[in-house]
């Protein structure tokens, strides 16, 4: 598809919209600058030699550039910066589907099963864990530090997550390109030819019914039994949305983290509306 683009507006067809070019230049640029900026950040630290504040190190973007320094030793180094810099925007971009997306619609589920957010409130209060001023969150004080820790223990708060999770995960394609010498067989498909590109899809895997009862439905309730019976299957090898493996998303805990604070949040503010 990027050749056929490219092919019809050499003929003069511009098959994208004008806005399209815009936005896409508008974010190139962007991360463009934020590359530079992280450049110049840890160029200061090598120069004074002294570690800078924690919130203004990049740790993730020298990691990302050291490994595409030994990997891709051949590109230029207007090339790489420009690998590094798509690399930076496929995280920033994860961060905003999870935490936007899946946010956004369990907010949109809780407000359509008033029950569920009874239950976190009563959650809440049998733990004592106040949420009643979440403004007054505070990253320096030891007792603030500990509240995502106390939510993440908290059993039906968590299913509420999965749950979102599993109805409406990111829902990006995973492709793969099977080995060019042999056929191979993978998830009980056998003979797939050589250079085969084959895709795992969270959505399908997340309502099959064979795996799920009521697939199609948003029950937190689901996950409460899978918890207490087998840890592990009730997400690693069951809720596929990071997915698993060596080759897992690095920011599965950060996102629960951010997602768990922000629901509760919003209960809060549902109840008291």
Sequence with gaps: ???????????????????????????????????????????????????????????IYEATKAAVEADSPHLSEEARKKVVASEMFNHISASREVLGLVLGYTFWYLA????????????????????TNPEQLDVADPASRSRPIELD?????????????????????????????????????????????????????????????????????????????????SREDVLWTFPSGPRMCLGNNWTYYGMLLGEDHMCFYVETR
Aim: charged fraction near 30%; glycine fraction near 2%; hydrophobic fraction near 35%.
């Design 1 to 59: 598809m990027p050749h056929f683009y490219a092919f019809m507006r050499k003929v003069g067809i511009d098959l994208l919209p004008r806005q399209y070019r815009e936005s896409k230049g508008f974010l190139e640029q962007w991360m463009s600058n934020m590359t530079s900026k992280a450049d110049r950040a840890t160029d200061q630290k090598r120069r004074m030699d002294v570690p800078l504040k924690l919130a203004a190190e990049p740790v």
């Design 112 to 131: 359509q099963h008033p029950h569920a957010q009874k239950c976190i409130w009563a959650e809440l209060e049998e733990y004592d864990i106040d949420m």
């Design 153 to 233: 223990s908290l059993p039906y708060i968590r299913a509420v997550v999965d749950e979102s999770l599993r109805m409406r995960p990111i829902s990006i394609l995973l492709p793969r390109i099977t080995p060019s010498d042999r056929t191979v067989s993978v998830a009980g498909v056998d003979n797939i030819p050589p250079v085969t590109r084959i895709n795992a899809f969270q959505w399908f895997v997340h309502r099959d019914p064979n795996r799920w009862e009521n697939a199609q439905e948003w029950q937190p309730e689901r996950w409460l039994g899978r918890r207490e019976t087998d840890k592990k299957s």
